[in-house]
């Protein structure tokens, strides 16, 4: 049943039913005929190119099954821009326009589309002129369309999405309607939901399962297509599909299944998800990095049997609708952000995803392994207080403080279990100064991540991974990492900053009391503290280091994203630890009165639940 090179295809009886759904609507019958007619038909199969850009245009195209996806060529490489959904006209700048092909057109997945020639097209047109009209609302829209969007159009949601049992694992017909309920939950009532296995499918070629997509598609619902059978069904499902769901009994052998082949041959890893599924949410979770080896998915999920909570977060991503936490840095600032978790949790709000910098991903990474926020805050004092792991001086050639009791507490509490084990999605930002660029970490040791997300420059010496990457603090480059949130996942963010509302620094120490070398050192030498309130190394590194990306942080906010900027403790600083659970008191007030005032925060509370 799989197709081959892009070829003839016989015309079948819904077209004109498709046509006068949507384009066509105020078209006479006549008229369609006479275009359906004119029009040959072709199969372009998944990963074939229909159309190359800088080509030379004769030909309009319109998309009868499938999806097309529009690529820009630069000197750097193709970037896809937009993606052409069944129903749509395309080819039409250049056919109009008069110019060379404006972007390649791929198949995504396997897809039919008309193609009428200049000749033809004149034909039709000049006894029906009816049609005109028609065709130019459909690329005005389009122009609009991309008027309207500056940067680079985000991917639509998979809704057709290939599941397919992972590994060694069977597939579980339960499991799969409790998913498929999840996400009936979830979406809006006028939305199909559908879950089909191959006996649910009409008999007969390729072309008549497509028919059969078509007309399932045209309900804007998601369908999810059991691919388990035998090996035809299973490939074609796959060519068909714009999503691949792996689910993988966690006990079973992760080695790669032939239908998992066959749907990682067909889609993309940015539309593949792979559910990792355990009998009771206690279980621990390990060994995730063997099933992500060669399947990699964009993203993955633990789901347990016994957690609905489970199957409702996996239901929000896979709809788009998941909501991300992100965490700024700032220090001791940063407990802030564990009321803001228990303020959300209290409410009801869900966090699917969770991501920070600096104390944002030392706050987070706890939550996401699962601790509670008074375990959190108990191991940040341990850490801080007692231990006093940011009190360590060393000779100041690496850094100024020895990093040896604060590693140690790291590796203790985050421990060396992968990121990707962990029950709730995570990643951690860094600054790569061997690449000058930003390092999200979204797999290796928890505690590195941690480590290297909090090494603030000079104070701490830099992290260094095992390919030699040096790594200093995230807040160098990003101390609000919402743009890759919004790279993982569609879905509101609830954006966490910290001492951001035009909270000003100022103190009270005059210029000429900072205190000279003798000084210091018989203060050092005496261990007494200063009266001043003059500004100590770390308190000026922090702050130097998150000034440029504070104000970029800013503007990278969206409307819909919700900003929480929980009042920071009167007078509090970064290195003020014994502060912290009455900074996350005051947050989780913050909170419970945001969940009111905020109808955008109110709105995801019953997701919660
Ligand atoms: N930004 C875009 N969004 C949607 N479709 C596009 C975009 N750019 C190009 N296309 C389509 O891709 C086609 C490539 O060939 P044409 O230039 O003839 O016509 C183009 C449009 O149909």
Redesign the pocket.
């Given at each position: 049943m799989a197709m081959g090179q892009p070829g003839e295809h016989d015309a079948d009886g819904s077209l004109r039913d498709w046509m006068q759904s949507g384009l066509f609507a105020n078209v006479d019958q006549a008229a369609i005929d006479a275009l359906s007619q004119k029009a040959h038909r072709l199969e372009v199969p998944a990963g074939a190119t229909l159309?190359r850009?800088g080509d030379a245009?004769d030909t309009l195209y319109f998309l009868e099954t499938g999806r097309l996806r529009?690529l820009?060529e630069t000197p750097m490489g193709s970037k896809a821009?937009?993606q052409?959904e069944a129903g749509e006209?395309?080819?039409?700048?250049?056919?109009f326009?008069g110019?060379?092909?404006?972007?390649?057109?791929q198949a995504s997945r396997d897809s039919v589309v008309m193609a009428l020639d200049r000749e033809c097209y004149d034909m039709v047109v000049a006894a029906y002129p009816q049609l005109v009209p028609a065709i130019l609302t459909a690329v005005t829209q389009?122009l609009a369309?991309?008027t309207a969007k500056t940067p680079p159009?985000e991917a639509r949601l998979p809704r057709v999405i290939a599941v397919v049992p992972s590994g060694g694992s069977r597939t579980d017909p339960a499991l799969l309607r409790r998913l498929a309920d999840a996400i009936r939950r979830t979406i809006p009532d006028d939305r199909q939901v559908m879950l089909v296995r191959e006996s649910d499918v009409p008999p007969g070629p390729a072309s008549a399962y497509q028919a059969w997509l078509r007309e399932h598609e045209a309900r804007r619902g998601y369908l999810l297509i059991d691919a388990s059978g035998d090996a035809e069904w299973g490939a074609l499902v796959c060519r068909n599909a714009d999503g691949l769901l792996m689910v993988a009994d966690a006990g079973c052998s992760p080695a790669l299944a032939p239908l998992e082949m066959a749907g990682c041959a067909a889609i993309e890893p940015p539309n593949r998800t792979l559910l990792l599924v355990r009998e009771r949410a206690d279980q621990p979770v390990n060994g995730t990095a063997a099933w992500l080896a060669g399947r990699d998915p964009h993203l993955h999920h633990h789901v347990a049997r016994d957690s609905e909570a489970d199957f409702e977060r996996v239901a929000r991503f896979l709809t788009g609708r998941a909501v991300g936490l992100v965490l700024a840095g700032g220090g001791a600032l940063g407990c802030a952000h564990l009321g803001i978790v228990r303020g959300l949790q209290e409410a009801g709000v869900p966090i699917d995803l969770i991501g920070g910098t600096s104390a944002g991903a030392a706050m987070g990474a706890a939550i996401a392994q699962g601790l509670t926020v008074p375990r959190t805050l108990d191991q940040m004092e341990a850490m801080f207080i007692d231990a006093k792991a940011m009190r360590r001086f060393t000779v100041p050639i690496h850094s100024l403080l020895d990093p040896a009791v604060f590693d140690a507490e790291l590796e203790e509490r985050y421990g060396n279990a992968d990121i990707a084990d962990q029950p709730i999605n995570f990643f951690a930002i860094s600054t790569n100064l061997s690449t000058n660029d930003l390092h999200v970490h979204r797999r290796g040791p928890l505690w590195h991540a941690v480590r290297a997300s909090g090494s603030l420059p000079t104070i701490l010496p830099p992290f260094i991974d095992t390919d030699g990457n040096i790594l200093v603090d995230g807040g160098v480059l990003d101390n609000v990492p919402v743009v890759t949130m919004r790279a993982l996942k569609s879905g509101p963010n609830i954006v966490v900053t910290l001492g951001e509302a035009g909270q000003t620094w100022r103190i009270k120490a005059a210029y000429h009391s900072l205190r000279r070398r003798g000084q210091l050192i018989r203060d050092l030498l005496l261990r007494r503290k200063s009266d001043s309130d003059f500004p100590s190394i770390v308190e000026i590194m922090q702050r130097s280091m998150v000034v440029a990306s504070r104000i970029a942080s800013r503007s990278m906010l969206r409307e819909d994203d919700i900003l929480l900027s929980p009042p920071i403790v009167q007078g509090m600083q970064i290195l003020d630890w014994h502060l912290g659970r009455k900074q996350a008191e005051q947050a989780a007030r913050y909170v419970a009165e945001e969940v009111v005032a905020n109808p955008a925060l109110a709105a995801l509370q019953s997701s919660g639940r």
């Open positions: 159309v850009q245009a529009v820009i821009v937009a052409i006209p395309v080819g039409e700048l250049a056919f326009g110019g060379t092909r404006t972007a390649t057109l389009r369309a991309v159009m």
